[in-house]
């Protein structure tokens, strides 16, 4: 992908999400991390609650990571936007070791206890 102007690609991410840390582990990995301003929120503080209600108002859902892809439109979903991105410059997701390390790995440890939570969560407010 060959960029018009100098424009960093602006990247919402979540401080503590598994989500937001695969994007951010593709795009270093991939060397196009130069491309991107990242700006991390953590949850719980003003910033994020911002951040968050904008993506809400911008955004299909409230996800993170979230891209800027045009002026107040968002794209989400860290497999959504690996995947854009690694076409769109020309990287081949298959051939970075550390993100199928993270992938086969932490990350899917980690969605794992995710989705044991949210169904934990669903069983005690029905109850």
């Known amino acids: ?5 100098n424009t960093p690609i602006r990247a919402v991410l979540k ?7 695969k994007f ?11 491309q ?3 700006d991390v929120f953590e949850e ?4 994020y609650d911002e ?11 409230a996800t993170f990571p979230a891209v800027e892809t045009s002026p107040g439109t968002y794209m ?12 769109a410059f020309s990287v081949d997701r298959k051939a970075l070791p550390l993100l199928a390390y993270y992938e086969a790995g932490v990350f ?3 969605t794992q206890m995710f989705q044991e939570n949210r169904e934990m969560k669903q069983k005690l407010e029905a109850a």
């Not at 992908?1 to 102007?5: A, G, I």
């Not at 719980?44 to 910033?47: F, H, K, P, V």
């Not at 951040?51 to 859902?61: D, I, S, V």
């Open 1 to 5: 992908m060959t960029k018009t102007d």
């Open 15 to 21: 401080l503590d999400c598994p989500f937001s840390l």
């Open 24 to 34: 951010r582990i593709f795009v270093t990995e991939a060397g196009i991390a130069d």
């Open 36 to 38: 991107f301003v990242f």
């Open 44 to 47: 719980g503080t003003r910033a």
């Open 51 to 61: 951040a968050k209600a904008t993506l809400e108002k911008c955004a299909p859902e």
């Open 76 to 87: 989400a979903d860290s497999d959504t936007l690996i995947d854009h991105y690694a076409k």
């Open 108 to 110: 899917k440890a980690m």
